[in-house]
């Protein structure tokens, strides 16, 4: 199971020099993909338990339009295990081809035990 959602980065989240955003908001992102495939795979939105593995990339910069996938690969009793992927798809008004890969990870979500 895939969820991707894509969503432009406004200007006022840029917090650094080279109107940079900090990575915590690709793990932002990351959560709320997370929160939509524990409701599709088992009707409630779990609880982020930890990430196994962060890897900034690229930079992500006020005004990008990125996606965010997250991606089901395990499934145990009540943790399920994902990895997301945050690409920058445009930049300065224009569309990037290639994408820029910014964010990669790695993390479990767990549920209810009634799932």
């Known amino acids: 199971m895939k969820v991707t959602?894509?969503?432009?980065?406004?200007?006022?989240?840029?917090?650094?020099?080279?109107?940079?955003?900090?990575?915590?908001?690709a793990l932002g992102l990351f959560g709320d993909a997370a929160t939509e495939v524990c409701?599709?795979?088992?009707?409630?939105?779990?609880?982020?338990?930890?990430?196994?593995d962060v890897?900034?990339?690229?930079?992500?910069?006020?005004?990008?339009?990125?996606?965010?996938?997250?991606?089901l690969v395990r499934v145990g009793n009540r943790s399920r295990k994902l990895t997301f992927e945050c690409v920058v798809q445009c930049r300065d008004g224009a569309v990037l081809d290639?994408?820029?890969?910014?964010?990669?990870?790695?993390?479990t979500v767990v549920v209810g035990a009634s799932s």
Request: charged share 20%; aromatic share 10%.
């Open 5 to 25: 959602h894509r969503r432009y980065v406004p200007h006022s989240h840029a917090h650094y020099a080279g109107n940079l955003v900090d990575g915590a908001y």
């Open 39 to 52: 409701i599709r795979h088992d009707g409630e939105e779990g609880l982020f338990a930890s990430y196994d």
């Open 55 to 71: 890897q900034f990339t690229a930079p992500i910069r006020g005004g990008d339009v990125v996606e965010v996938t997250a991606t």
């Open 98 to 107: 290639p994408p820029i890969v910014a964010v990669t990870a790695t993390g």
